[in-house]
């Protein structure tokens, strides 16, 4: 399956809320993900499965999958990424993932960041794989009983 990459518009917020409420027991909310649009060192990233139809034309379909990403002075800041249910286990977290750390790389960034939820056994797997260490924890972060891990990418 090919995955078109894209920058976020207003028009794909109803989609990514779609995905964030299915994902997350606190969603972030619609003016967290408008706010972030209008941030120049912010960039929402949309996953969007493209299939051909019979004239070869691209049918971009619905949004399986964002990632928001921060890129301040030499650091890139993971700060949600999120695939929709009906969407996991094709790939489509480790395109976005690699679509960050690319643009991070190509932007002079010498590390990336990310927070995840030590009971998400899945997402330190996919970020394994891209090599992130496990740094630190942060106690509670999520809620009571919601511990993060920060998690690094060491780039140069």
Known sequence: ????????TDRDLPGIIEIERLAFPAPWTMASFQR???????????A?????DEHGRDDNGKI???????????????????VHPESRRLGIGTVL????????RSMGASVVTLEVRRSNLPARQLYRKFDFEERR????????????????????
């Open 137 to 156: 924890l942060r106690r509670h972060y999520y809620g009571p009983g919601e511990d993060a891990i920060i998690m690094e990418l060491q780039l140069s």
């Open 1 to 8: 399956m090919a995955i078109h990459i894209r920058d976020a």
């Open 48 to 52: 969007i499965p493209a299939a051909s």
């Open 64 to 82: 399986a999958g964002f990632l928001c990403r921060w890129l301040i002075a030499d650091e890139c800041h993971v700060l949600n990424i999120a």
């Open 36 to 46: 972030e649009l209008t941030l120049p060192f912010s960039r929402i990233m949309v």
């Open 97 to 104: 993932l690699t679509e960050a750390i690319a643009e991070a």
